[in-house]
């Protein structure tokens, strides 16, 4: 659970089409939760111009769409209550996750709260895992990815 508050900053950091943070929006519209301030971060265009703001929760709130680089997020300044990634994580190289997280912590409040959502895997079906997408991205044409993106497993934490 989040635990929002009245006036909490919330980053959806790499945040696509905004589904986590307008998720959250509507939570906090249907619990009375009032004053929160979203920013929406993402490098890809083509995603953050899905956010519909003004026919969505989101209309209720103050809110940002920034395009950047996940890790120059930072930049933008400020302190944030709340932060989600929601599978985005391991669009990043293995060389910079932890670096991103650690900036992630740097960047809340006390008590602040970050939510991962991120697929977890072992060991053991890792490797399996990362050679299937790697070849969906090879087919589709995603040559950075094919050669950028890491899936962590729970060893690598």
């Known amino acids: 659970s989040l635990e929002l508050r009245d006036g909490d900053r919330v980053l959806d950091l790499m945040s696509g089409y905004g589904c986590a943070g307008i998720e959250i929006a509507r939570y906090s519209l249907e619990q009375d939760i009032k004053g929160l301030h979203f920013t929406f971060l993402d490098n890809a265009l083509a995603q953050i111009n899905k956010i519909k703001p003004d026919s969505s929760p989101l209309r209720n709130f103050l ?7 996940a890790q120059d997020f930072n930049r933008l300044g400020g302190t944030y209550n709340k932060m989600v990634l929601k599978q985005g994580l391991h669009e990043l190289p293995k060389s910079t996750q932890l670096g ?8 809340l ?3 602040g709260i970050f939510s991962l959502w991120a697929n977890l895997l072992t060991p053991e079906n890792q490797s399996i895992f990362q050679d299937i997408i ?3 991205d090879e087919l ?6 094919v050669n950028n993106r890491y899936f962590f497993c729970e060893n690598d934490f």
């Open 63 to 69: 809110y940002r769409v920034v395009l950047s680089d």
């Open 100 to 107: 991103l997280v650690k900036k992630i912590f740097d960047s």
């Open 109 to 111: 409040y006390p008590q």
């Open 134 to 136: 790697r070849k969906k």
């Open 140 to 145: 589709a044409g995603y040559n950075s990815l």
